[in-house]
């Protein structure tokens, strides 16, 4: 069974940084393309950041453009976000999914990011 769990969330305040984790297991995550969305309270999920398999290309929402770097560690089996200049706009639960159909396709529990002052 496909497990993705995330990690790094928190409470931060406008302008500080965090690097969410996502750890996987269960499945060969060096040849699959994975994702980082996000949910607002009372908002749909919504498409962050995507890599592809060998981390060769990297796609991001131009909502984050500039501010997220999405990275992986095949080695490690990892995925990563680093996200900079934090605005309250990016609260929501971050999920780590896997493959190119991310609304639907395998997804961790999430991680709560909170951006307050």
């Known amino acids: 069974q496909v497990q993705l769990v995330e990690s790094g969330g928190g409470l931060v305040q406008p302008g500080s940084s965090l690097r969410l984790s996502c750890a996987a297991s269960?499945?060969?995550?060096?040849?699959?393309?994975m994702n980082w969305v996000r949910q607002a309270p009372g908002k749909r999920l919504e498409w962050v950041s995507t890599?592809?398999?060998?981390?060769?290309?990297?796609y991001y929402a131009d909502s984050v453009k500039g501010r997220f770097t999405i990275s992986r560690d095949n080695e490690k089996r990892t995925l990563y976000l680093q996200m900079n200049s934090l605005k309250s706009d990016d609260t929501a639960v971050y999920y780590c999914?896997?493959?190119?159909?991310?609304?639907?396709?395998?997804r961790g529990q999430g991680t709560q990011v909170t951006v307050s002052s």
């Open positions: 999914a896997r493959g190119t159909n991310w609304a639907t396709g395998a």
């Open positions: 269960d499945f060969a995550f060096d040849i699959w393309k």
């Open positions: 890599i592809e398999s060998d981390g060769s290309k990297t």
